[in-house]
């Protein structure tokens, strides 16, 4: 069973999900929800990190999720279930480098849950707003318009920086598709061209220092936001064009005209997806 | 460490806990935020129980922190973390047994993440809306207050019923306080006594059959609402009168005159609470 195919299984009974987070109506403003295991062994090895850019990386994949629809990250909870390891100082660590990030993004942690548990395993979910029926969504990229990455792929960094204002940016230049690159590109983009019904023909990519093309397609957990514009609609800055959206099969990605496969990183399996 | 200590740690940084939900405040309405984790030999066994009964549960827990608030549950986001005896039989009939509770509760399952773990390991974030300053507290008992539960302790149902119904309706009611019995009365009690700054004097407790005072006291996991109401106010039908608020020192609770140690159940430890 991988995380697409239960994904695939609840889609059907849960119609919210698709998008990096769910959209709901409330009041003068829509709500986005989000919601990201970090789980020890899964997703880090505590031998390998502080104790506070663990902290730190568990809001971080959250608010990237915030950031991919444009919105603005508003309160979040932390859920906490700690192993016999877990000292009152790592706790006090974790927390650190968590509240340094949520009080850079004006994110307030409201509350929580703690619980034992064999290995070190936290959910933080946040509940972010933006302006109603403008969240950036995975399906509006049409034939035409240009494709875009915010950095360099391949070399994700740990203590990664959510790209929360270039996402309110994208919003404001009617980018027609946006989603954050967590579990590579070739993956990624076969998700929001699928979730288009349109196809992409990949020119060129910007690999990131020390990395190979190959960890640029397919590593994960780069955390730079990929997203479609009109070709009318200058890009900002820091933006990298990668190709172009056209007509074709949906889902199907080419790179100067040969197949990507998408088997970018499944975080249910340990392997690469398939 | 308990979790009493980590929690009054967080609580100076992390302002807003100390209910069962974080309230804030957002356009014509209040939003509810809670989170409960239930996590595999920790708060139950998969020996003992069906999956549809596993998903039912870590859902009702923190429905119940939003009747506790006389709130309304609204959205929902569901992390997951499966060991590799979770097969897909298993997620579905964890999924079913929670679709069943969340559409009878009127609550939507908006979103969600899988991850794999050692044990399985549920997040349940519920976000719920209530009139803007009209959440019901811990903070509000006063001397003379009369308080009740909503049903007999000490043999908590595991498909427990939330008391959503009871909560709005003590809203109305003017209740002055309010929380749910997840960890015991005794415990609890002691909460809502130190978080309104009164003590307690009990004088009746009705015991679930098969029950003993003392696991009616102490045992936890019975999910009724314990609230106070002014002298004047007739209480719901099914409410039972256990004692009054009184002054004295704060959080001391006595029955019949004798003292009541705070010992009900503490997640954290497996342990009771010292």
Not at 63 to 71: E, V
Not at 106 to 134: H, N, Q, W
Not at 219 to 236: H, I, M, Q, S, W
């Amino acid at each position: 069973m991988t995380e697409l195919s239960l994904v695939a299984a609840l889609a059907k009974r849960l119609p919210r999900i698709g998008d990096d987070c769910a959209i709901v109506r409330h009041g003068a403003e829509d709500l986005l929800f989000t919601t990201d295991l970090l789980v020890e062994d899964v997703h880090f090895r505590r031998t390998e990190h502080p104790a506070a850019d663990i902290g730190y990386r568990a809001l971080a994949r959250s608010l990237s999720d915030i950031a991919s629809m444009g919105g603005d990250p508003r309160w979040a909870t932390v859920a906490l279930a700690l192993p016999p390891w877990a000292t009152e100082r790592w706790v006090a660590g974790f927390y650190r480098g968590m509240l340094g990030l949520a009080a850079r993004h004006k994110t307030e942690i409201v509350g929580g849950d703690f619980s034992r548990a064999p290995v070190l395993t936290a959910d933080v979910m946040i509940c972010g707003t933006v302006a109603p029926g403008e969240a950036l969504r995975r399906n509006g990229a049409c034939p035409g318009d240009a494709i875009y990455v915010s950095g360099a792929l391949g070399r994700g960094r740990w203590r990664f920086v959510p790209r929360l204002t270039l996402g309110r940016q994208l919003r404001g230049l009617g980018a027609t598709s946006c989603m954050d690159l967590s579990d590579g590109l070739s993956l990624d983009l076969h998700r929001l061209t699928t979730a288009s019904r349109v196809a992409a023909a990949l020119e060129t990519i910007p690999v990131a220092r020390g990395a190979t093309l190959a960890e640029a397609f397919d590593r994960g957990e780069d955390y730079e936001l990929l997203f479609t514009l009109p070709p009318a609609v200058k890009a900002p800055r820091s933006a990298r064009r990668i190709g172009t959206i056209v007509r074709g099969r949906v889902g199907r990605v080419t790179y100067n005209g040969e197949l990507v496969i998408p088997k970018g990183h499944d975080h249910f399996r340990s392997e690469p997806h398939p």
